[in-house]
């Protein structure tokens, strides 16, 4: 395939089989608008959807429910074995494949041609299937220096660039874990400058954290912490990314409503009724079309036990995942039979000290070994089609999965989706302490206090960062009220039609804030 370098954007955009002048003409990346149209670029138009679709058919998958399927490169072969057989079940697969170097770069785990691969690939695009790696990266430091920076924000989006387009892929998978709330703004300006970049012909897909209502996550009202953030902005994801896929997984106990509900054992994988809440709060803000439910193939094992201290509170420490043939096989030694769990995982109950593994065992524990099967899968597609979401994104396929998948994927891709208005003003996503982190005193210039650390910590969540780095940057903010924080001030006063804008904290920006 042949590659144009555009000095403009500084990415490498493809020719096909047509002159750079006739790739000029098809899109032009210095203005983002498609030349014989006078429409500004943005595949949500249906006029462009239609152009694109003629010119580059990987630009528009068919209508209906999808199914995508994630293949570590740590079991490349045996999940490429697994599911080739099975292909024409899937909409898309996601070799997970790239990880990301401190300086930016990616870094490939193999290579894409290795036989494997190879043979994905061919069968995909012989069956018009979406071959599209996933890039995984979770080092939150280095994410936070390359994203605030244009220039390295810049060469990451081109490394990607290059890639995609060398060779030949339909889009990428961005999996950025463990981020920085404090990053939040620039992962949103890196998911622009990647959708202008490529996003034109190119499939951007972006797999997202999970969110759990913060009155499911605490006890009480008043144990949410009045300053809580997330490292994601759903409505800038929204727009930018193709697919939104939510890791449902890996609940254990973070759902304290459900904890109760449920009883002891309860650490599961991913319970439907916790899905459901988190699949809810995503589609608060993002379109319930584009939203895929991220469903685990495996499951842990733990020892549950009383607490120490007396108090007859149960507690889990989490031993390892393990796949499902190691459950049912783990229950075959014992002379055991799992059985259907209050999450709807299946599951298996015995003694610590009995454990066939060789590590040294709690004698007071109970062994919980809890997993996602077949079953539990069924029933994260039936909650996607009551929701009218886009469909599910199974991780993993490695070759360790209940045999019984592939009935229950059968007949799925492509039925219709339903149009469900998910729209509810009743979830509790933000704090209803915030309040409480509005400085209560008047603040000037050259003032010393705590107030001004909650003014620079109010001011940095809200995207007026007070610096960069050093005192005052997100999470490293003082109680000196200096030149940056008061240019951070004006800033906000201008964004809210705060009058006079000097740079004064008083009365009139309390109550700007306070209505926030």
């Known amino acids: 395939m042949s590659l144009r370098y555009d000095s403009l954007t500084g990415v490498f955009l493809p020719l096909h089989s047509h002159s750079d002048k006739e790739a000029q003409m098809v899109y032009d990346m ?7 149209t006078m429409y500004t670029h943005s595949k949500k138009l249906g006029f462009i959807a239609v152009v694109l679709g003629l010119l580059f058919p990987s630009v528009v998958s068919a209508a209906g429910f999808e199914i995508a399927g994630w293949i570590p490169y740590w079991r490349s072969e045996k999940g490429v074995a697994s599911i080739l057989p099975q292909l024409d079940l899937f909409t898309e697969v996601n070799p997970f494949f790239y990880t990301v170097s401190t300086n930016g770069e990616l870094f490939s785990n193999g290579s894409l041609s290795d036989a494997e691969w190879v043979s994905l690939r061919n069968a995909a695009k012989a069956n018009g299937i979406l071959f599209i790696p996933t890039v995984m990266w979770a ?3 280095a994410m936070d220096e390359i994203f605030r920076d244009p220039a390295l924000r810049q060469k990451h989006i081109k490394s990607i660039a290059w890639e995609v387009y060398s060779k030949n892929l339909d889009g990428i998978d961005i999996d950025y874990e463990a981020r920085y709330a404090r990053t939040r703004t620039y992962f949103s300006q890196f998911l622009k400058e990647l959708e202008e970049a490529i996003g034109f012909d190119k499939h951007i897909m972006c797999t997202m954290q999970s969110r759990t209502p913060l009155d499911s996550r605490y006890e009480t009202l008043d144990a949410i912490p009045a300053d809580i953030e997330y490292a994601n902005d759903f409505v800038e994801i929204n727009k930018y990314c193709d697919r939104v896929r939510i890791m449902a997984y890996d609940q254990a106990r973070i759902d304290v409503k459900l904890n109760k509900e449920k009883g002891d054992p309860y650490a599961p994988t991913a319970d439907v009724d916790w899905v459901e809440k988190v699949m809810r709060v995503a589609a608060q803000e993002v379109d319930a079309d584009k939203l895929i439910i991220g469903v685990p193939t495996y499951g842990y094992e733990y020892d549950m036990f009383e607490a120490l201290d007396g108090s007859g509170e149960i507690q889990y420490s989490r031993l390892w995942s393990l796949n499902p043939g190691y459950g049912i096989e783990t229950a075959q030694t014992l002379g055991l039979t799992p059985t259907r769990n209050s999450a709807g995982e299946l599951q298996i ?19 919980v070994l809890t997993w996602s099967d077949a079953q539990a899968i069924q029933d994260k597609i039936e909650l996607a089609e009551e929701l009218g979401l886009r469909g599910i994104a199974i991780f993993k396929i490695d070759g360790g999965q209940d045999p019984a998948l592939w009935s229950v994927l059968t007949g799925k891709k492509g039925e219709s989706v339903a149009t469900v208005n998910l729209k ?6 933000e704090s209803p302490n915030k309040a409480r982190a509005v400085p209560q005193r008047d603040l000037e210039y050259g003032d010393r206090n705590e107030d001004v650390r909650a003014l620079q910590l109010f001011l940095n969540q809200e995207g007026y960062i007070v610096a960069l780095s050093g005192g005052g940057s997100p999470g490293n903010e003082t109680t000196f009220f200096g030149p940056a924080t008061k240019a951070a001030l004006v800033r906000f006063q201008k964004a809210h039609g705060v009058s006079p804008t000097s740079g004064y904290y008083g009365p009139i920006t309390r109550t700007a804030i306070s209505s926030l």
Request: glycine share 0%; hydrophobic share 35%; net charge negative.
């Open 30 to 36: 210095s203005t983002s608008i498609v030349s014989n």
């Open 424 to 429: 509810d003003s009743t979830l509790l996503t």
């Open 139 to 141: 080092n939150a430091d």
């Open 349 to 367: 109950l015995y003694p610590a000290k009995d454990a066939p593994d060789p590590v040294i065992p709690l004698d007071f524990a109970t062994r």
